[in-house]
């Protein structure tokens, strides 16, 4: 099974999807329609043409003195073939004048005046006819061209034949010439009118293509328009800070987003009720242990001030080191409920000066390090983050606590603030054991001790630090010390 889930398509997609798809199959369509509107009348426009060819060429069909029929010819007689090759092309016939073909003093039956044969052809372009008597013979033109068979309508039959390899529309025209019936036949390759019609389909494709893009891009405004609120939803969320459990406001939303907009409040408002539930309960937790514990050490003071015995000497000192660490314990407790997110709003952040924050921290915990023998110091330039002055206060103190635990005595601390790549930064570096690469994740989880500890840590500490470091999207890093052994405690804040 992959681990990289199937990215569902956006919404701005589907509705593209949804729209283009029947936009192409209705440009399919009324390109369709409009070639089946134009093409029949273009067709029937040709065939008209050759109707009157055919007729033109029936009316010069004459009766010669001896009884037989000839047609008239144009003088002088023309080439056979005309177009590339072989001459100009001539006019179809009917659209020039034409001149008594006078037949011979003594008619000869098989007189053909094949002057009227017009077969004028280019690459892909001919025009051939024929005048046939009913029985088939020929009187003129092409003999081989098949007359038009099918229902003769208005004395005109129409068709279409192969005729020397090519494809012709063929019209026949049904006559009485001197009372004699005959068949005057031409006919033109379909190249032309099909020609005709690829054109037209194309005129009709570009002009449908066109208002197909335009109206795709009304469609992309549209979509964008409409999804304007959602994106402005989207926004908004995006710009909540991490730790803002409130509900959104439901004025701006478009009604389909509003069940789901409801749905999440619904969701934040149950995260918020059960976080605060948490922390009062973390809160109360460790206030009721601070007080009894208060009790509990005073007790054992006043104890061990009135016995004399060293043994019970003993055994009280040790019930002192349990209670101070159970009470550590519980502040630490008290802190992490306390740096939860949700446990402070936006208004509690302020502009905080690091170097100020450091010498607070070492006045704090200045009598501690010299009660360790311990050398605690300061290196601080300018620098300024926008945070919650008291979580960044546990911050620190959370890591000098924890340098002092691990430093030995003789020892020394060093706290730092600056920029580093125009980033602020804390760091708390010691010269204690330091810690090795393989442990420096694990020791950021709750209570989790560090090989070699000496029990006396509850593992809070840096898991505090990473909290209060997290809720500042600052990064929390472990590193080596910059001379001999021990760890450098660094906390980078974001840039501007």
Not at 329 to 346: I, M
Request: net charge negative; proline share 8%; with cysteine.
């Amino acid at each position: 099974m992959s681990s990289n889930p199937t990215r569902a398509p956006s919404i701005r997609g589907r509705l593209l999807g949804y729209l283009l798809l029947p936009l192409v199959l209705l440009l399919i369509a009324s390109i369709w329609a409009d070639h089946r509107t134009y093409v029949t009348p273009m067709y029937d426009m040709f065939d008209r043409a050759l109707s009157h060819a055919a007729v033109s060429i029936a009316s010069h069909v004459q009766k010669a003195p001896d009884g037989h029929l000839y047609v008239e010819r144009q003088d002088p007689g023309p080439p056979l073939l005309h177009g590339p090759g072989h001459g100009p092309l001539p006019p179809p016939p009917g659209d020039e004048p034409f001149a008594k073909d006078r037949p011979p003093e003594r008619f000869d039956p098989e007189y053909r005046p094949m002057s009227w044969m017009r077969l004028y052809s280019g690459a892909r372009e001919s025009f051939v006819y024929r005048v046939s008597m009913a029985d088939g013979s020929t009187l003129a033109g092409d003999e081989s061209l098949p007359i038009a068979v099918g229902e003769i309508i208005d004395n005109l039959t129409y068709g279409d034949v192969h005729h020397r390899g090519l494809l012709f529309r063929t019209a026949s025209y049904h006559t009485i010439v001197a009372g004699a019936p005959i068949i005057v036949t031409v006919g033109e390759t379909v190249h032309r009118r099909d020609t005709v019609v690829r054109r037209l389909d194309t005129v009709v494709g570009l002009s449908d293509g066109i208002q197909l893009l335009l109206v795709f891009g009304v469609c992309m405004f549209g979509i964008t328009v409409a999804l304007r609120p959602i994106n402005r939803l989207r926004d908004q969320i995006t710009r909540r800070e991490p730790s803002s459990l409130q509900p959104l406001p439901l004025e701006p939303v478009p009604g389909e987003v509003r069940p789901l907009v409801k749905s999440l409040n619904t969701l934040l408002v149950t995260v918020r009720d059960s976080t605060l539930a948490q922390q009062h309960f973390l809160t109360n937790a460790a206030h009721q242990l601070r007080t009894p514990l208060t009790g509990l050490k005073a007790q054992l003071e006043v104890l061990a001030s009135e016995t004399r015995d060293s043994a019970q000497q003993e055994r009280i000192s040790r019930l002192q080191g349990s209670v101070d660490r159970l009470a550590h314990t519980a502040n630490q407790l008290l802190a992490l409920a306390r740096a939860e997110p949700s446990a402070h709003g936006p208004g509690d952040s302020v502009e905080i000066q690091l170097g100020t924050l450091i010498e607070a921290v070492v006045g704090s915990m200045l009598d501690r390090a010299l009660a360790h023998d311990i050398d605690l110091g300061a290196e601080c330039e300018a620098a300024q983050v926008h945070g919650v002055y008291w979580l960044l206060h546990e911050l620190l103190i959370n890591l000098v606590d924890n340098a002092i635990r691990h430093t030995p005595r003789g020892g020394n601390i060093t706290l730092r603030c600056g920029l580093h790549q125009n980033a602020p930064y804390l760091e708390v570096e010691d010269s204690g054991p330091g810690i090795p690469p393989a442990e420096r994740e694990r020791v950021r989880e709750r209570f989790y001790r560090a090989a070699g500890s000496d029990g006396q840590s509850s593992g809070l500490g840096l898991a505090i630090v990473e909290e209060i470091a997290r809720s500042h999207r600052a990064r929390f890093e472990i590193l080596d010390a910059r001379e001999g052994t021990g760890a450098r405690m660094r906390i980078t804040f974001p840039g501007p």
